[in-house]
């Protein structure tokens, strides 16, 4: 574990990422549950969207399991595609696996193709098809051949994400992407098949600990990133794909486990105060690497503590959960384009963004029992005698001294010439308490 903290400290400090845009559709969520999605389970989703909207999220992906055996109904749909939008949001909408090509052309042109509508930009294409096999990627292709071109033709202008693994299998991706099954090219009538490529990731299972959340888990995904950014690079370039014709990427399911241990706030699982530090990160890895969109699972989903992984919690109050108000704050505030930044303590994990009018630093540390007096420089270098140096790369000659307790996210809203706006202060004592951040 040693090893997987000083790896991971270099990646965060060595980062040599360009200044990333900020894609608008990043704070994203996945709709799950209502009350008509899995038989006879209580689900609340249809009360809730108020909530769900001041979340500030920008795309909720109508997909998964659920989705993939059981496609809602033309009217249902509809119904779920307006309360998405009606928060200010975008869907991106999930076409089974099985369906024929006549099928996909009637839903694209259903959806899209009725001038009282307002069309649907974003689709994909099945749910995690090759679970714990990945050497049936050929299946995948030959659905995918099947799907895409018949929605291409329908609306060309669609864009279209696959394949939504249920983690990322590096060689039925590099098949797909450039390989032996390349679907990156152009279709017989000269559509892009496809527009980028997506996958899931629980990295933790039923035995697990506080490292592997904080450590491990996000190290295997930030490394699973950049292998598949390196594919779709080389795809790229032996296309002739450029500007908005390259493949984008996302992280459509994500969550620190697949097996919620307890719904303990002080705990390690899903509905935990670090749970949500841990859905921070990986917005913050979406932000980092220019992701599309990354969609946390899920919404609300409360009857059984086993897939308990809402951003909302237990009837009748739906107490927002830490991950809630982690995501609040990055979608209110973090926008333009994505700041190199770094931490001298690998506990501590500092996200930063800028645009033409604001500097945004969200420190996050997930020690459990150290608060930290700091320095927070707002350019790549400068030296402190603080026990916790964080360097955020704005490029001005400017310090933030201040102190973060142990299990504590601040976040920093400065004028573009360092100083402070706004600050905002979230803890494990705030979670427990069912208390948003305070603000100051």
Not at 44 to 63: A, F, H, N, Q
Not at 100 to 106: L, N, P, V
Request: aromatic content about 10%.
């Amino acid at each position: 574990m040693k090893i997987i903290r000083l790896l991971f400290a270099i990646a965060l400090f060595t980062s040599t990422v360009n200044a990333q845009d900020i894609s608008p559709w990043l704070f994203g969520q996945n709709h799950w549950m209502d009350s008509r999605d899995e038989g006879n389970r209580p689900g609340y989703l249809s009360t809730l969207w108020p909530e769900v909207g001041e979340s500030g999220i920008k795309m909720v992906r109508i997909g998964g399991n659920g989705y993939e055996h059981r496609f809602p109904d033309n009217e249902r749909l509809i119904g779920m595609i307006d309360s998405i939008r009606s928060i200010g949001a975008e869907p991106i909408l999930q076409v089974p696996r099985n369906s024929s090509a006549k099928e996909a052309t009637a839903l694209v042109n259903f959806l899209n193709n009725n001038p009282e509508r307002e069309p649907l930009e974003f689709w994909s294409i099945g749910n995690e098809p090759i679970c714990n096999n990945e050497g049936e990627v050929d299946k995948v292709y030959d659905y995918l051949v099947r799907i895409a071109p018949a929605m291409k033709a329908a609306d060309p202008s669609i864009k279209i994400f696959v394949f939504d693994a249920c983690t990322f299998y590096p060689e039925a991706y590099k098949a797909l992407c450039g390989g032996r099954l390349d679907i990156t090219g152009k279709d017989k009538k000269g559509n892009w098949l496809i527009d980028g490529f997506s996958f899931h990731n629980y990295p933790n299972g039923r035995d697990f600990d506080r490292d592997d959340v904080v450590f491990t888990g996000p190290f295997k995904i930030r490394r699973q990133i950049i292998q598949l950014m390196g594919m779709m690079e080389e795809a790229n370039s032996k296309h002739g794909r450029t500007g908005d014709a390259k493949l984008g990427w996302g992280l459509t399911e994500v969550n620190v486990t697949y097996i919620n241990p307890d719904r303990e706030i002080a705990g390690i699982g899903n509905p935990s105060f670090l749970g949500g530090q841990f859905i921070a990160e990986m917005y913050g890895l979406g932000l980092e690497f220019g992701a599309f969109t990354v969609n946390p699972w899920c919404l609300v989903e409360t009857d059984r503590v086993q897939t308990d992984f809402g951003f909302l919690g237990l009837p009748s109050e739906f107490y927002p959960r830490s991950s809630y108000y982690h995501t609040q704050m990055m979608a209110s505030h973090m926008k333009g384009r994505f700041l190199p930044s770094s931490s001298s303590n690998s506990f501590v994990r500092p996200i930063a963004t800028a645009d033409e009018d604001e500097i945004v630093v969200m420190i996050m540390n997930r020690d459990q029992y150290h608060a930290f007096e700091f320095d927070l420089i707002l350019s790549g270098e400068g030296v402190s005698p603080k026990s916790l140096v964080i360097h955020a790369d704005a490029g001005l000659d400017k310090v933030i001294s201040d102190t973060i307790p142990n299990q504590t996210t601040q976040m920093f809203i400065l004028s573009k010439t360092g100083e402070i706006l706004k600050k905002y202060t979230y803890g494990i004592s705030h979670n427990i308490l069912n208390l948003p951040p305070d603000s100051e």
